[in-house]
């Protein structure tokens, strides 16, 4: 099963903050985050593997909350090179790499 | 070093046909996966090979299938084509046999166009 993204998009100015947040049903052993810019490869972004780790990539980072099965990745004063879409992938028992719907960025100058 | 090459690029088929997608993964990995991705369901998993092993299948029909060669490099087969198999295919690979702390590195994708 998916899991869920929030928002599905989002538009910010330059230098805005956000946060997409990212929920599964099940047990998570680990949450991926990946980006990918129109017409081109997923890049990857991070991986959480614990409960309540939290890693950052320049000014973007993201926790992970294991009790609630939650995954949130805040963007810091976003720049224009930030848009694109953003996608959690989750691991679950059977140690597939599943993907949510994705969440759309646009930072607009 | 040479990243994921996906062949080829784009694909037009007819309803009905079947279609063979290739996949060669950055030298040295051994697990490659594959995902359709479409506008209104973003990254679907279809199946992952490791070392010529299928280790996991997503929900897909039958007509989708796989297999992995010695040297790693994987195809995807999809048979009796359908309108909504229009997609972009994409293919991953990572260096580990535990994909749970492994970054995936994905290729191009090949988009097929099913008329």
């Known amino acids: 099963q998916q899991p869920v993204q929030s928002p599905q998009a989002v538009i910010l100015r330059e230098g805005e903050d956000a946060v997409i947040n990212c929920s599964s049903s099940?047990?998570?052993?680990?949450v991926h985050w990946y980006r990918q810019k129109h017409g081109e490869a997923p890049v990857f972004l991070m991986i959480?593997?614990?409960?309540?780790e939290q890693k950052g990539h320049e000014k973007i980072s993201a926790s992970f909350n294991e009790k609630k099965q939650q995954s949130s990745l805040y963007l810091t004063a976003s720049q224009l090179s930030y848009s694109g879409t953003y996608f959690c992938g989750t691991i679950p028992p059977g140690n597939m790499l599943t993907f949510g719907g994705g969440t759309r960025l646009m930072v607009k100058p | 070093k040479a990243g994921v090459t996906q062949t080829p690029r784009y694909l037009i088929k007819t309803r009905g046909q079947q279609v063979t997608l290739s996949c060669s993964p950055i030298?040295?990995?051994?697990?490659v996966s594959w995902y359709q991705q479409t506008p209104g369901q973003g990254l679907q998993f279809l199946f992952e090979y490791f070392s010529e092993t299928q280790r996991n299948k997503g929900n897909f029909p039958g007509r989708f299938s796989g297999r992995q060669f010695s040297n790693s490099r994987s195809e995807m087969n999809v048979s009796t084509l359908e309108l909504g198999d229009s997609a972009l295919y994409l293919c991953?690979?990572?260096?580990?046999?535990?994909?749970?702390?492994?970054?995936?590195?994905f290729g191009q994708g090949t988009r097929l166009t099913v008329v």
């Open positions: 099940k047990a998570l052993y680990s």
């Open positions: 030298s040295g990995h051994r697990s």
């Open positions: 991953a690979s990572s260096l580990m046999t535990d994909s749970m702390n492994t970054e995936a590195f």
């Open positions: 959480l593997l614990k409960g309540g």
